[in-house]
């Protein structure tokens, strides 16, 4: 994604939104970010623009990962920034910076989803297999992992995982999203999303039977 000019004022200061590579690595890196919250917090323009260098690609491929679309992406990253910008001074730090900016992030890019498309969902209850009282499946799905490591499979199962992404209910996504693709921690999605870690365990362990059983029916209907 190319960077983009958004500018923010602090007075007769103003600051761009998105900065060059170069200009990344020019900023001084700071290792805690408390300490640059608590800098920005204070008007220190500098230490909000080494929070933005070490956060931005983290929070453009959050977002990219539940829109799908670059340009909307962008937008709500920028978005997410200027907001973090106006209302630093309301991070109390219950979590941490990361937490919170993540938070601010995932909320925003579920706001843009919800207002742009039709949902095309479907219902995990309708299409999951069934358990018995031991919580164990009551029918084998097949195991695909042998068949996907052909190059030429692999990258088609890359294809119907991320079509059956988009299947998922809005709760499954959004964990599997950041648990899987984002590789946050089963902690860290928990505090972002404002979960329990119980729940995301259980959210992911749906989402990937869901996509493990979409792949499976793929490659039996290849074969």
Not at 28 to 43: I, N
Not at 88 to 100: A, K, M, V
Not at 195 to 219: G, I, N, Q, W
Request: zero cysteines; charged letters at 35%; hydrophobic letters at 40%.
């Amino acid at each position: 994604m190319k960077d983009s000019e958004v500018f923010v004022s602090n007075g007769s200061k103003k600051a761009s939104i998105f900065m060059s590579e170069e200009k990344q690595r020019g900023i001084a890196q700071e290792t805690d970010d408390v300490r640059l919250v608590e800098r920005a917090r204070g008007g220190d323009l500098e230490a909000f623009e080494a929070l933005l260098a070490r956060h931005q690609q983290r929070v453009l491929r959050v977002a990219f990962s539940i829109l799908k679309e670059p340009m909307d992406a962008e937008e709500v990253a920028q978005d997410v920034f200027l907001t973090v910008f106006e209302k630093i001074e309301l991070f109390r730090g219950d979590s941490s910076f990361t937490t919170w900016l993540h938070r601010v992030a995932v909320n925003a890019a579920l706001m843009r989803r919800r207002k742009s498309k039709t949902d095309r969902s479907v219902s995990l209850d309708e299409v999951m297999p069934a358990f018995n009282e031991e919580g164990h499946i009551t029918v084998d799905i097949a195991d695909w992992s042998e068949q996907a490591s052909d190059p030429v499979l692999a990258q088609e199962a890359k294809t119907v995982i991320e079509t059956a992404v988009e299947k998922l209910e809005e709760k499954y996504q959004t964990v599997f999203v950041l648990r899987d693709m984002q590789a946050f921690s089963t902690e860290e999605t928990a505090q972002i999303l404002e979960l329990s870690v119980p729940a995301v365990k259980s959210r992911l362990h749906r989402a990937r039977l869901f996509l493990r059983r979409e792949l499976a029916d793929y490659f039996e209907k290849r074969a």
